[in-house]
């Protein structure tokens, strides 16, 4: 059954640093891999999605990698500001299923101090 | 505004009362998904709804029920039989199509307390 790991689970940082956020799942064989930011006590905001075929996407200051052979995707935020401060969550479909629900980690916590 | 709404957004109920939250879209979506988040843990599945009238049961499908009558719409009744109904509850849609996989968009979440 597939898992997804996020490594680590919380994280503090300056303002301006640039920082990596890691995400890990057990079978290799899936679709796409989803990013998301959650603020307190608020919905999932989608940042971006990388299909199977391709090995990263670029959405302003974040730029998320895909290695599928590996099971890894990577989240890299440049110059973090406070207001990058929330919970990044990393999702992935069921291994070989498309359009169907989304399996998550547990995300990692970003504080990043002016 | 195309997008998801979830109401209310606080929920108060005493054990043993069902109680029925609200999902609706105008993203025109096909694919419907009720998740649920306890502190600590990961967003974890209760239902999914590929089209309507066809539901399937999650992980944790044991204590809610869901209908599908409309595409826009997706309530999530949460039974007495659900032991621990206490949660953040978050409804998603995305497109679906056989062999594709799509971006799932968020509503805003209901949180529910059971005392």
């Known amino acids: 059954k597939q898992e997804v790991t996020q490594i680590p689970a919380a994280l503090s940082v300056p303002e301006g640093e640039n920082l990596v956020l890691n995400c890990s799942f057990t079978?290799?064989?899936?679709?796409?891999l989803q990013w998301f930011r959650q603020d307190p006590g608020k919905g999932l905001t989608s940042l971006l999605l990388?299909?199977?075929?391709?090995r990263e996407q670029t959405s302003g200051r974040l730029n998320a990698s895909l290695d599928k052979s590996s099971g890894r995707s990577t989240l890299y935020i440049a110059a973090s500001q406070p207001g990058d401060s929330a919970t990044y969550l990393c999702?992935?479909?069921?291994?070989?299923?498309?359009?169907?629900?989304?399996?998550f980690g547990k995300g990692t916590t970003l504080s990043v101090s002016s | 505004d195309g997008g998801i709404t979830q109401s209310p957004k606080y929920l108060f109920r005493k054990e043993g009362q069902n109680v029925t939250l609200s999902c609706e879209q105008n993203?025109?979506?096909?694919?419907m998904y009720w998740y649920r988040q306890d502190p600590g843990q990961g967003l974890r599945l209760i239902y999914y709804?590929?089209?309507?009238?066809?539901?399937q049961k999650g992980d944790i499908a044991e204590g809610y029920s869901v209908s599908r009558e409309k595409k826009e719409s997706f309530p999530l009744t949460v039974t007495s039989a659900q032991k621990n109904p206490t949660a953040f509850y978050l409804c998603?849609?995305?497109?679906?199509?056989?062999?594709?996989?799509?971006?799932?968009?968020f509503g805003p979440g209901t949180r529910l307390t059971v005392t």
């Open positions: 998603a849609s995305s497109l679906t199509d056989r062999g594709l996989s799509y971006e799932q968009y």
């Open positions: 079978d290799s064989a899936i679709y796409n």
């Open positions: 990388i299909q199977s075929s391709q």
């Open positions: 999702a992935v479909p069921p291994a070989n299923q498309a359009g169907t629900a989304l399996i």
């Open positions: 993203l025109n979506h096909d694919a």
């Open positions: 709804s590929q089209i309507v009238n066809d539901f």
